[in-house]
């Protein structure tokens, strides 16, 4: 299957400070690729949909001015958590899609102290 | 919006066991996943169903989705204690417009565990 990769796979911050997290699609090219949040002992939860060359679109209840997100190639979307809090703290995984199937990356654990 | 429905929460077998895990949507399913997790790890893609009366096979794992495309099973058989984990099906997102390709939902996830 297709390989998603993330960087870092766990981060830890202060809080007030920024955090970026980085998705790729290693062996193909992905025009769009989907950001989900994952709290402890609970499912997946869509965030937004990164788009290549253009903005994303966030699930509602979602703040686009706090998760920004940046799709600069067709390979590479990035993550950015402004002003983490200890709220913020979470699982984040993304994903992408080469043709109908939908693969996930190993994820990225973020923990605001 | 769509919900989905995993039975059972948890599963606890013996190695050897068959076991089914069951996923019920409130909605017609347009494409029905199937992932493994382990608890803070990725997710493992297993399966991808869309037409009704599918069935795909991988190794000990099968994966059927009803006519009706309302409803999708999982099936171990043989259970092992690599086969442990967390079992998660998610749909494609049905809304009114039409069908959100990649924007998933999933169910809460069925917890398995394989005693050797």
């Known amino acids: 299957g297709a390989v998603v990769s993330q960087h870092p796979s766990w981060v830890i911050c202060k809080s007030g400070t920024s955090v970026k997290i980085e998705c790729r699609s290693l062996?193909?090219?992905?025009?769009?690729m989907f950001w989900y949040r994952q709290f402890p002992k609970q499912s997946l939860m869509l965030m937004a949909t990164?788009?290549?060359?253009?903005?994303?679109?966030?699930e509602q209840g979602v703040e686009k001015d706090k998760f920004l997100i940046n799709h600069a190639s067709l390979t590479l979307s990035t993550l950015t958590v402004t002003s983490a809090h200890p709220e913020d703290s979470s699982f984040y995984i993304c994903?992408?899609?080469?043709?109908?199937?939908?693969?996930f990356g190993p994820g990225t654990r973020l923990t605001v102290t | 919006s769509q919900e989905l429905e995993q039975s059972p929460q948890s599963l606890i077998v013996q190695e050897g066991k068959n076991l089914t895990i069951n996923c019920t949507s409130s909605?017609?399913?347009?494409?029905l996943y199937w992932y493994k997790q382990k608890y803070g790890e990725g997710l493992i893609f297993l399966m991808m169903l869309q037409k009704g009366g599918e069935e795909k096979s991988h190794e000990k794992i099968t994966a059927k989705l009803d006519e009706k495309k309302q409803q999708s099973s999982l099936h171990i058989t043989a259970s092992q204690p690599s086969h442990a984990g967390i079992y998660l099906c998610?749909?494609?997102?049905?809304?009114?417009?039409?069908?959100?390709?990649?924007?998933?939902?999933f169910g809460q996830g069925t917890i398995l565990t394989v005693h050797p």
């Open positions: 998610g749909a494609d997102s049905n809304r009114a417009g039409g069908t959100s390709y990649g924007k998933l939902t």
């Open positions: 990164s788009n290549e060359g253009s903005k994303a679109t966030y």
């Open positions: 062996d193909f090219q992905a025009t769009t």
């Open positions: 994903s992408a899609r080469p043709e109908y199937e939908q693969y």
């Open positions: 909605k017609t399913l347009y494409g």
